[in-house]
């Protein structure tokens, strides 16, 4: 029985009208007097319980010569109500939900498109919120993406399928990578280090994916430039513990197309991987 008080509470019913629905169910016309005992509640609240149950249909109320007898009606017919009233009331809370999120969302973007007036952000520390930040701005992205990274010659190879996706939808990607003897790429979680003279392979592997790229002795800073109206720096400074580096974002048109111009005078001072190859196995001999 306690399992079934349990469960008709979970239906929304209270500990004491679960208690007098079971009683309905186990006698036949029975007082509220007798209802309250075998429930082992208050008599007022019994009567309280009784009456309410009849007005939904749950239970009939028999006057007799001397005192209100009580019997449960058809079970199938108490289910059915039951069921009916627990569809409407879900259906009510879903308009409702509904209702009061068409009327909100607006109020949301209404802020976002507020917040959106900071043109510049500032990011502290070395954390996930870095590499977050940088993606949110990238899926915000329509046209370009131009990248120069430096990131201590560290590269995360999961964001090829992100790349591929944008070069997909028309976007184009031109990347820029610091040709360090440390260049390191994430492959399964694990970082592994690429030796110079392999790096025109793994270049080109990149570039199967669809995007630009071209590598170079030295690159000061990491930078990604978003459809030439937003820019994100990290500030690289060997001299300042990642942890407490900073990186910004610039929402500023004219910004942006400045930092492109930069861009574009060191990509074209850059070579293609197999160039590059070509220039380090000359200096290496030499």
């Keep these: 029985m306690n399992e079934i008080i349990k469960n008709l509470e979970a239906l929304g019913f209270t500990n004491y009208e679960s208690k007098v629905f079971c009683v309905l169910f186990e006698g036949n016309l ?38 209100a007898k009580y019997e449960i009606i058809d079970p199938k017919v108490v289910q059915d109500k039951i069921e009916k009233e627990i569809h409407d009331a879900y259906r009510n809370k879903t ?48 046209k370009e993406l131009l990248l120069m990274n430096k990131l201590e010659g560290h590269v995360d190879s999961t964001t090829d399928e992100f790349t591929r996706e944008f070069i997909k939808k028309g976007g184009t990607v031109k990347t820029i990578y610091e040709a360090s003897k440390d260049f390191k790429i994430k492959v399964e979680g694990n970082w592994q280090v690429i030796a110079p003279d392999k790096l025109a392979e793994f270049v080109n ?9 071209r590598l170079t002795d030295e690159v000061n800073q990491f930078m990604a430039i978003f459809d030439r109206k937003i820019v994100y720096i990290s500030l690289a400074d060997p001299t300042v513990s990642r942890y407490n580096r900073s990186d910004i974002v610039v929402k500023n048109k004219n910004f942006a197309e400045s930092m492109a111009q930069y861009f574009e005078l ?13 220039k380090f196995n000359n200096e290496s001999k030499g």
């Design 205 to 213: 592997e990149m570039q199967g994916e669809g995007g630009e790229v």
């Design 30 to 67: 029975l007082t509220a007097s007798e209802i309250a005992k075998k429930a082992e509640i208050a008599r007022s609240s019994a009567y309280d319980i009784l009456k309410s149950f009849t007005e939904k249909g749950i239970c009939n109320e028999i006057q007799t010569s001397s005192v």
């Design 95 to 142: 308009t409702k939900l509904k209702d009061s999120f068409d009327k909100l969302t607006p109020i949301f973007k209404a802020k976002e498109l507020e917040a959106e007036k900071v043109d510049v952000e500032l990011i502290k520390g070395f954390n996930k919120h870095r590499y977050a930040k940088l993606m949110q701005l990238w899926e915000g992205s329509e």
């Design 266 to 278: 060191t990509w074209g001072n850059s070579l293609p991987a197999d160039e590059y190859q070509k």
